[in-house]
T-cell receptor, first 111, second 113 residues
Framework: QKEVEQNSGPLSVPEGAIASLNCTYS??????FFWYRQYSGKSPELIMS????GDKEDGRFTAQLNKASQYVSLLIRDSQPSDSATYLC???????????FGTGTSLTVIP | KAGVTQTPRYLIKTRGQQVTLSCSPI?????VSWYQQTPGQGLQFLFE???????NKGNFPGRFSGRQFSNSRSEMNVSTLELGDSALYLC????????????FGPGTRLTVL
């Protein structure tokens, strides 16, 4: 079983819609969770981090964490064509010496 | 604050050669992690250094090695290059604790011919 699993997609949504990206992780003691966005040919850039159960909002982005279900999600409201990218879910191990990344979900926002 | 920098940005080598990549972390960050990214495999963890010590290592052959200097700058070396080593090599820096965030450099695109 992989440490972090994501649906690879591709996921297509129309402009203005809500995009929902999901991620599950296997290590119950993980404490820190991250979403990165990666445009083609570029390096990953941090969108959000979340450490506590519940929702965390930042502009059009909302991260949701459910530690009991070992589940993290990212909602993108009012999706824009510029949101088209691959979204990587990452989990930090308890020692802080390794991040585990999912394989990423490819999102396309159709104008 | 300046971000993570990597040099060189692009590199072309031939099979059998060796290569050294460099990464300068964000000021104050003591942890540097290296990743290999290929289209089919996603981000693969190579190793992590903290205060000049390798704390963790991924599943790569011994041809891949690294080190970290006292100023937290890190280098990664690949010896006896193979065609399959062609990839984007990313380094990421962080403070190094369990709640910390990693920030990525722009990457080095290595092509092995």
């Amino acid at each position: 079983q992989k440490e972090v699993e994501q649906n690879s997609g591709p996921l297509s949504v129309p402009e203005g819609a809500i995009a929902s990206l999901n991620c599950t992780y296997s290590d119950r003691v993980s404490q820190s969770f991250f979403w990165y966005r990666q445009y083609s040919g570029k390096s990953p850039e941090l969108i959000m981090s979340i450490y506590s159960n519940g929702d965390k909002e930042d502009g059009r982005f909302t991260a949701q964490l459910n530690k009991a279900s070992q589940y993290v999600s990212l909602l993108i409201r009012d999706s824009q064509p510029s949101d088209s990218a691959t979204y990587l879910c990452a989990v930090n191990n308890a020692a802080g010496n390794q991040f585990y990344f999912g394989t990423g979900t490819s999102l396309t926002v159709i104008p | 604050k300046a971000g993570v920098t990597q040099t060189p940005r692009y590199l072309i080598k031939t099979r059998g050669q060796q290569v050294t990549l460099s990464c300068s972390p964000i000021s104050g960050h003591r942890s540097v992690s290296w990743y290999q990214q290929t289209p089919g495999q996603g981000l693969q963890f190579l190793f992590e250094y903290f205060s000049e010590t390798q704390r963790n290592k991924g599943n790569f052959p011994g041809r891949f090695s690294g080190r970290q200097f006292s100023n937290s700058r890190s280098e990664m070396n690949v010896s006896t290059l193979e065609l399959g080593d062609s990839a984007l090599y990313l380094c990421a820096s962080s403070l190094g604790d369990s709640h910390d965030t990693q920030y990525f450099g722009p990457g080095t695109r290595l092509t092995v011919l």
